[in-house]
């Protein structure tokens, strides 16, 4: 239970800086707009578009969401464990997150300027740039399928299996949720200013701690025991 804990920890400490600032990246990093902008309602409008489609990577977020809960049980018997599955989604997660700075050099390397008025204001990225970023906000559908179910079916299990409590593991569990959130959302903005701001670092960060998270469930995260297989594991936790 403490490697469960452990794990699910890391995991969310990795997922709660996409969570909270996907659409911001979006607005700032990939269209090139700016919230703070004073007196330039045209980069400010950049920066609005940019967030319309942060919502629209949202939404395809959320149908791969749905489709790939669905699909768990399959997913977890091809991988041969609910671990390993999780493992291999961690690694996945941390890919998704690393290649937010791949998206970000294109947008800037690509950037484009128009001026209005006599002001020189960026125009949107192009479409492949657009595509990319959506592409990430879609394949994020997949690990987030699994961390919002795995872990739970497996503190249920634990518990089962050493006679504590399912109700008072799943809220231990919960514990190791809350708490990287209150740690990501009360230091990430100071982390990312001490790299001159933008959401890149907070990111990156979440990419390595996805890394180990992925690292220490196929290491030393134990699999369910013998007696319950592996597919209702995997689905344990939907009911």
């Not at 569990?173 to 230091?187: D, E, R, T, W, Y």
């Not at 982390?191 to 001159?196: K, R, T, V």
């Not at 996805?210 to 344990?236: C, E, H, Q, Y």
Request: hydrophobic share 55%.
């Amino acid at each position: 239970m403490w490697i469960l804990l452990l794990v699910t920890c890391l995991n969310w400490i990795a997922w709660f800086p996409f969570l909270l600032f996907d659409t911001d990246w979006m607005g700032r990093e990939v269209y090139g707009g700016d919230s703070q902008s004073q007196g330039n309602n045209l980069v400010l409008k950049l920066y609005n578009n940019g967030v319309r489609a942060g919502a629209l990577g949202l939404m395809l977020n959320s149908v791969v969401l749905g489709f790939a809960s669905l699909g768990v049980e399959l997913l977890a018997r091809g991988f041969g464990g609910v671990k390993t599955l999780w493992g291999i989604v961690n690694f996945l997660l941390a890919l998704c997150l690393a290649l937010t700075v791949l998206v970000t050099k294109l947008a800037k390397s690509t950037r484009r300027f128009a001026t209005v008025n006599g002001v020189v204001v960026p125009l949107p990225p192009p479409s492949g740039v657009k595509a990319g970023a959506l592409s990430l906000f879609a394949a994020l559908g997949i690990p987030l399928a699994v961390t919002y179910s795995i872990p739970f079916a497996l503190a249920s299990i634990f518990s089962s299996s050493s006679g504590a409590g399912q109700g008072l593991s799943l809220g231990v569990l919960n514990l190791a949720i809350v708490i990287p959130q209150m740690i990501v959302s009360l230091g990430s903005g100071p982390f990312d200013a001490m790299f001159g701001g933008g959401n890149l670092p907070a990111f990156v960060l979440g990419a390595i701690a996805a890394a180990v998270s992925g690292i220490l469930a196929l290491t030393m995260l134990p699999s369910p025991p013998p007696d319950v297989p592996a597919a209702k594991a995997a689905t344990a936790g939907f009911h």
